[in-house]
């Protein structure tokens, strides 16, 4: 080993006997094979009888495997986690980062071993930010996680106003296509429906002034500033338009009967609101097994 190469070797173990090189930086990282083994099927046969790379480590008791599409982090942090370096291992990922240990982890099928280690990173974390949201989803996914896939679909769902496939487009290089664009059909599916609820909400709401007169019962006004507070509901996101809604419309008030009326259409507004958001709250987000089986939910509930 030349001393470049010396200088790029992660240790993990340092007596180890199987170093990877991954990547396109060529970055060393040595290992115990036993433990890659008993954590991944795949490493398992890798390093088994049938490869050379298994027959020169039964040969001379090391071995050197090549990863070149692997990504360096990722690969480091798995090969952490099952080695039992806790002192190495990040309680918290970022959106990116989790998407990346996912892919080498469904690779390899190492989330068995990880299962521990997926669940602390995808404990509930806040962000309504999208590209995070895909991300988080789309790790969710790979790991097998339900809960946690229909909690980030759910936020997808409720915080993003336009289209999902520009979303999907970025892991195209990483991911199967069809799921990317399995996942993002249902979520826009999800959100039209979801977004037809809310304008079933404001439709069925009560709209009555208190008048007895049949000609004074509705008030068309107050379902056009729906309207001007709404804004393009098909282009924005549910969580947008929900806090335009509860916005003080800010309007002038000159009489009396003007302030009552203002304060009766308010609190409908809020109403209308804050019962939305507790059923959508309660519907949750995607199902996992229908975007991985492309079944009907009823088939496997």
Same mark, same amino acid.
Do not use: C
């Given at each position: 080993m030349n001393e470049e190469n010396a200088q790029k070797t992660i240790d993990i173990a340092p007596d180890g006997d199987v170093v990877f090189v991954i990547g396109t930086t060529e970055k060393r990282v040595r290992v115990?094979? %036993?433990f890659v083994k008993a954590a991944s099927p795949v490493l398992n046969a890798m390093?088994?009888?049938?490869f050379e790379e298994g027959q020169q480590l039964a040969k001379t008791g090391s071995?050197?495997?090549?990863?070149?599409?692997d990504n360096v982090e990722a690969i480091?942090?798995?090969?952490?986690?099952?080695?039992?370096?806790?002192?190495?291992? *990040?309680?918290?990922?970022?959106? *990116?980062?989790?998407?990346?240990v996912a892919i080498v982890s469904d690779k390899y099928d190492c989330s068995v071993s990880l299962a521990f280690a997926i669940r602390v990173w995808l404990s509930p974390r806040g962000g309504s930010d999208p590209e995070e949201l895909w991300a988080l989803a789309m790790a969710a996914y790979l790991f097998r996680e339900r809960e946690a896939f229909e909690k980030a679909t759910s936020a997808l769902v409720f915080n993003h106003g336009e289209s999902y496939i520009n979303l999907s487009r970025k892991h195209e290089a990483v991911m199967n296509p069809i799921i990317l664009l399995n996942t993002a059909a249902m979520l826009e599916e999800a959100r039209n429906k979801? *977004?037809?609820?809310? %304008?079933?909400d404001v439709l069925?709401?009560?709209?009555?002034c208190g008048s007895s007169s049949k000609k004074g019962r509705h008030r068309p006004d107050w379902l056009m500033e729906?309207? *001007?507070?709404?804004?393009? %509901?098909?282009?924005t996101a549910i969580?947008?338009?929900?806090e335009a809604l509860d916005q003080d419309a800010g309007s002038s008030v000159t009489y009396i009967a003007d302030e009552a009326e203002y304060s009766r259409r308010e609190q409908t507004f809020k109403s209308i609101t804050e019962g939305f958001r507790t059923r959508h709250q309660n519907a949750g987000g995607l199902c996992i097994w229908c975007v991985r089986t492309g079944e009907d939910h009823g088939n496997h509930k």
């Open positions: 115990y094979s %036993l390093l088994g009888p049938n071995a050197e495997i090549a990863l070149p599409e480091e942090i798995i090969f952490n986690v099952i080695h039992g370096r806790n002192d190495k291992v *990040r309680e918290t990922l970022s959106p *990116r980062e989790l998407l990346q979801l *977004r037809m609820s809310l %304008l079933m069925n709401g009560d709209w009555h729906f309207v *001007r507070r709404a804004g393009n %509901l098909g282009n969580s947008s338009t929900l």
